[in-house]
């Protein structure tokens, strides 16, 4: 197994702090990614490589109809023992286990830059109903604050982070052109040791060698128990969501 498939295949083990302590994905992201849709009505969504279900809550705390799909049994296990009320699915983008436009929009949460597009955008469209959304999302830490910025300098392991930016929905024949924008957002924590626990969940943490870890939290717990906007009880980590969404026309 290549070391980009073995990442993407490697959250499973962490599932359980995956789902503890991964951010989730702001309400207007998901409202904003529904609107060429014009209603404001119950909807068929699928929430694909769904993990642990971060995306899935909020897509179901809307009060749409979700089905999430997932290809690792442990990320699947969390989702279902945290997020009541879908229908939870093993597959993946390549080959969605769901019928032929029985969907009105289908969600990626930080998880395209896996997909083989290629492959999945044709599964994705036939999947959605004539002008349903592909939304795909990333949520990432805002760089421009200092001390986020440091610990994310800090966190940089002997294996390259698997992306740097957003990935684009690649043209194809079944979408129109993307749209995208922006949403502020945070992910709150109790403490330094909280999100050090968020920062081993990515790939690039979970794949390198237990002494490597350990020196690299070592050093940013050291580094966020000196900042004065860390050190002392909980604090917020802000973020940005990006958001692409598309809408599948016909060919």
């Known amino acids: 197994m290549d070391l980009h498939a073995r990442r993407a295949d490697s959250f499973g083990a962490q599932a359980e702090a995956y789902a503890e302590h991964r951010p989730d ?5 998901i409202r904003w ?8 009505e119950r909807l ?28 690792n049994e442990q990320m699947l296990s969390e989702l279902v023992r945290r997020v009541h009320g879908v229908r ?7 080959h969605i286990p769901v019928p032929d436009q029985t969907v009105d929009a289908v969600f990626v949460g930080t998880a395209f830059h896996w997909f083989d597009q290629e492959k999945a955008l044709p599964e994705i469209a036939r999947v959605l109903r004539p002008g349903g959304v592909l939304a795909v999302m990333w949520v ?5 604050v200092e001390w986020v910025r440091d610990l994310e300098r ?10 740097h930016d957003p990935v684009s929905i690649m043209a194809h024949p079944s979408f129109a052109p993307e749209e995208r924008t922006t ?33 690299i939290n070592d050093k940013m717990l050291t580094y966020l128990r000196e900042r004065p906007e860390t050190s002392n009880g909980p604090f917020d980590v802000p973020l940005l969501a990006e958001v692409f969404r598309t809408v599948r026309v016909s060919e």
């Open 140 to 144: 990432e830490p805002v760089t421009d």
């Open 183 to 215: 949403f502020p957002h945070s992910h709150h924590r109790d403490s330094p040791e909280a999100a050090i626990a968020w920062i081993n969940t990515h790939s690039r943490m979970i794949v390198i060698d237990e002494q490597e870890r350990a020196a």
């Open 88 to 94: 939870a699915l093993p597959g993946h983008a390549e």
């Open 154 to 163: 800090m966190s940089a392991t002997s294996v390259e982070s698997e992306r």
């Open 44 to 71: 068929d969504v699928l929430d694909l490589a769904a993990g642990t279900g971060k995306l899935t809550a909020g897509l179901s705390a809307e009060g749409h109809r979700v089905t999430a799909v997932e290809p």
């Open 33 to 40: 990614a529904l609107e060429p849709l014009g209603t404001d």
């Open 25 to 29: 994905y702001p309400v207007a992201a």
